[in-house]
T-cell receptor
Framework: GIQVEQSPPDLILQEGANSTLRCNFS?????LQWFHQNPWGQLINLFY???GTKQNGRLSATTVATERYSLLYISSSQTTDSGVYFC????????????FGTGTRLQVTL | ETGVTQSPTHLIKTRGQQVTLRCSSQ?????VSWYQQALGQGPQFIFQ???????GRGNFPPRFSGLQFPNYSSELNVNALELDDSALYLC???????????FGSGTRLTVV
């Protein structure tokens, strides 16, 4: 099955700093989503981005499908950005399964 | 537009018991999938239902079973609970499964 790797596994930032999270995947995908999991466990959808670039406020994401990677940019980080960020993909020809990476745990400090 | 809702939020069961978790999909979504997330790990796919039929299953034993109802809500049933079944169970819905998925807040199951 498709493999998803995220880096870095852990990240500590001071409030106001910028960061880039990376997601590499091993095969062609027709669905890629970035999620933020809050301390209560809810997965909040940040971007649906199987290709191209999107922006939403301080967050933006780029997926280069031909090179099998995606990047999530967080600018001017805030303490509320803390949590675990997951990349999840669905391989071409897969009707159902989203495969998640192992996540990046982000801690934003004052 | 209502999101995905799951019930109950927390549950404690004894080993060997059976449990039913429930999920209401987001309005307009006809696809529901279930995931198990153990502590410190990413969610693992259990199965998916599309228009009341199972159309995908992960590497979980048959004691994990499910249903999808005509209104596209869904149940996850787990029989003969084991201690390792303790996890956060997440439900997600999508429109036709070719678009993005929206996740519920999850049910945290503890098996003692």
């Amino acid at each position: 099955g498709i493999q998803v790797e995220q880096s870095p596994p852990d990240l500590i930032l001071q409030e106001g700093a910028n960061s880039t999270l990376r997601c590499n995947f091993s095969d062609s995908v027709n669905n890629l989503q970035w999620f933020h999991q809050n301390p209560w466990g809810q997965l909040i959808n940040l971007f649906y981005i199987p290709s191209g670039t999107k922006q939403n406020g301080r967050l933006s994401a780029t997926t280069v499908a031909t090179e099998r990677y995606s990047l999530l940019y967080i600018s001017s980080s805030q303490t509320t950005d803390s949590g675990v960020y997951f990349c999840a993909v669905k391989g071409v020809g897969t009707a159902s399964k989203l495969t998640f990476g192992t996540g990046t745990r982000l801690q934003v400090t004052l | 537009e209502t999101g995905v809702t799951q019930s109950p939020t927390h549950l404690i069961k004894t080993r060997g018991q059976q449990v039913t978790l429930r999920c209401s999909s987001q309005s307009g979504h006809n696809t529901v999938s279930w995931y198990q997330q153990a502590l410190g790990q990413g969610p693992q796919f259990i199965f998916q239902y599309y228009r009341e039929e199972e159309n995908g299953r992960g590497n979980f034993p048959p004691r994990f079973s499910g249903l999808q109802f005509p209104n596209y809500s869904s149940e996850l049933n787990v029989n003969a609970l084991e201690l390792d079944d303790s996890a956060l169970y997440l439900c997600a819905s999508s429109r036709e499964s070719i678009y993005g998925y929206t996740f519920g807040s999850g049910t945290r199951l503890t098996v003692v």
